[in-house]
Each structure stands twice: as C-alpha cells, then as structure tokens.
C-alpha cells in the first residue's frame, strides 16, 4: 500500500503513456511550457519508469510491442502509448455515446497489411488526443535519423475525461507528452494503477450522490489495467483504461470500491447497488442522463445532448494470424465481454472504444477464433480489475494537538488552479478552512471545513470523502498545501 509520506515540495510532472478516451469541455489547451492560469509555468515532464509504479507492474513477453509512459503530475494525467516498430494490423469497435478517438476510419477499412505503428491512450478528453499526433511526430523523427523520409507513421489514439469535478488543474496531455511517452517505450512492462492514460480516471459516477457534496465520496478512483497470457505459440494481451459510468464488478459480483478513499468494508453486490439505484429512481422524476451530466455541472437532463465525461478504452494485441475479418470480430466479442467487469457498460454517457491489432507472427491452428476470443475477454476482466489502484494509507488523528504557535505557521490563503481559495485559521485547538471559489468535489464554495491534525504532519479534511492536506515548507517557511498527496495530489501555493 502507498503511503502519503512526508516531505516539502510538490512533485514535478510526471510523462507516462496512457490509454484514455473521454471529452473535455471547457477546458483551456496549455502547450508544453506554457503557463496556465492560476498556476505556475509548467515543470518539465518525466518519464515514468517500474521504480515510480512500485511493484504494481505487468511484466509479459511481446517483444513487437514496446510500452511508454508519461505524466503531468500537474494535471495530474497522463498518456500511455504502445509502439510497433515493425507494425501490426488493425480493427476497431467503437461503441457507446461519446467517443474520442483518432484514426478509427482506417482501421475499418478491411486493411490486411500491417500499417498501424502506435496506439496512444490518454487524459485530456478531446485536448489529449494531440498526444497521439505527438507520438506519430516522434516516430517521423525516429525514422527521418534514419534516413527514411517517405513512411508514414499510423497511430490511433483515444482519450479519457479526467477533468470536470475530479481535479482543479486544466492541464492536459499534448504533443510533448505524447512524443515523451513513444521516446520512453520499451518492451515486457505495463504499469498498473494510477499511472499514464489513468491517472486520473474514476468509476462508478452512475452509484454516486450527485447532489450531494458529502455523496460524491462513493465516486472511486480508477487507472489502467492489464493482463497476459500464452496459449502455445500465440500471446494475447489485454490493456486497458476504465474511467466508466459504471463500477468495476469482481468475479464474484460484488463492487470492488465504493468510496474515494475507503478500502475498508466490502462494498455491495453489483445486484444490490442495481436494486438501491433503482429504488431511487422510483421515488423521483430521474432523467436517464441526470448523473454524469451533473459531473460537467450541466442541467440534470440528458436531452441537451453533446460529450459526456466517462468511458473506457482499450487495447487486444496478439501475434497470431488472423484475416481483417476475424480480428474484427475478436474486438466486438472481447468488448462486448467487458459488461460483466463493467457495469452498466457502454452507455450513452460512455465514449467507449477498443483496439484489436495482432504482429501476424504464428499460426495456432488449436486455438480457433471462438477460443481466441474467450481467453481475451476472461484477460480483459483480469485487465479492468488490475486497473483499481493502491489507496495511500490513512492517517490517524493525532491524540494530542499541535500548540497554537505551531498551527498559526499554517495560517493563510491558499489558491487552487481555478482560483478557488482555502483560507486557513486557528480554531478551537485545531485548524479550519473555508474554501470560496469552484471547490469540484472537495469543497463547497462558502463552506467551513475543520481540518484535523493526523500523523505525519498531515490534516483530515472534515467529511466523508476522508481527504487529506498536506502543508510544504520551503527555508522553514510554508509555501503551500498539497491536496490529496500521492498519484492524486493537486498543489495551492500559499498567497501572499
């Protein structure tokens, strides 16, 4: 389990290739250096590598596919690209109301060369989908050291929203993280967790409280997931990045999380959950499309239409040969299997989206294209459960408080991207806080939230999402808190 740990500072972007498909709305595009506003000129990106994924990592044996990964910790968000120096061939499923994707026309076009280079999942919804032209500029670059100016790089790409009420920061993945992502891929490793495309992906908004601030507790994090297996000569892969409508379900049919960070208690029955939603469903005039529009902070009404924010993207590689048909046919039966892990599952509040590619390697004449598939769509359930991540461990309130010249160090206005406010003052023994400003899921604009001392120099944040503050100091001074510190954390510098 990660913990929060301790220490001054905020952590530098983070370039990590993901898988992502989701729309942005109303977001701001910031370039690579570019300051955004309410925030600092953006650090450099860097590239993640196993040390930065602990031992939450995939390790498999595919030497034609090398994986990438980079972040923006500023965001956070990330991207996640697999490269195919030689090249593989392509099909595509793309289903649910609102995809993000590039490319998808010409891997419905029947092609049996192998003509795609990359595939690029990130953050970002509809801004991240330059890392994917940013990947494709990379291998330009590789090629033209080369001296080989006439090939054109393929690359598909797809994206997550991992903005709206989750996070402050409107940075979104781009063309450098996109090119850093390709630069760092290598083979055999998969990254497991909050990391590159997932980030800052969640599930299961359909079971959340919406209208409450209190209620969006039970909106639990995400990430990316993946899993391996070798059946004879042929190896499949499934990778994928869940940031669904729905909850993650296990084997056994339960919800594997249900809170933000909570590990405690099992959660329900998927069954359960279902009869409770539609319990409540029953007592109101409910609108089908109510819940993830009331993420964007639109109308509780899904007649406007337009991008919604959740979906779940995805990537199938094997070696063995298989003509375009089948391989088509491989990427609906596996999708179309991911509604047991997901539920529900490609909605029209979902943009979801899977890439099916195989190296043409091997013939397997054992293993038809039925069996194929159920071994693929048994790894994709592996791959969306491997996709949950570590919470950081929970402090424990402290029995004794700080004294009143310590706590008055931490005394001041601290400024959010956005510009929302968490003004901090000596009450009653302890701290408190009142945030003015956009406050997304942690805040409520005007409201005044005790924060509790806790070990490790951390404070609780009042209420039932649990979130934790961590104040930095520089020279002995403190310069800033850091909101949720760990693969979620989001940094207010302390205003003068």
Sequence with gaps: MTSFGTGSGARGLVVRATASGALLAGAAVLLAAAPAAGQATRTPARVVTSADAGGRVLHFDFPAMRVGVAEYDEGPTGTTAFYFPEGVMAAADVRG????????????LGYEDRWLSAVVLSGGSWYGLSAATGAANQIKDLRLAKGDYDDIAGVMGAIIYDVGWRRFSRVTPDDSLGRAALRSARPGW?????????????QGYYFAEPDSLEGMASWPHSGEGGAFRTIGPTKIGVFTVVNALGTIVDRQGRAVRCR??????????IAEMLARRSR???????QPGAVAEAEAGAAADSSAGGPTGNTTITLVVTNQKLPYWELQRLAVQVH???????????????????????????DNPALGSVELGVAAAELAWDAVLSAVPELPAPPEPLTSAPGPEELGRYAGAYTFPGGGTLSVAVADRGLVGRFAGEGRMYFRDGARYRLTPAE??????????HDVIRFERSGGEVTGLTLDPGPWGTRAPRRE
């Excluded at 998969?190 to 969640?202: E, I, Q, T």
């Design 190 to 202: 998969f990254p497991l967790g909050a990391h590159g495309a997932g980030r800052f992906a969640m």
């Design 280 to 286: 409540a469903l029953g007592g109101a005039e409910a």
């Design 97 to 108: 109301g609102a995809p993000g994707t590039v490319n998808v026309p010409a891997a419905r």
């Design 260 to 269: 933000r960070n909570e590990t405690g208690d099992p959660c329900p029955t």
């Design 456 to 465: 490790h120099g951390l404070f609780l944040v009042e209420g039932r999402a």
């Design 336 to 362: 179309t299997s991911m509604a047991r892990a997901i539920q529900p599952f490609s909605t029209q509040e979902d943009g979801d989206a899977l890439y099916a590619v195989t190296t043409g390697e091997v």
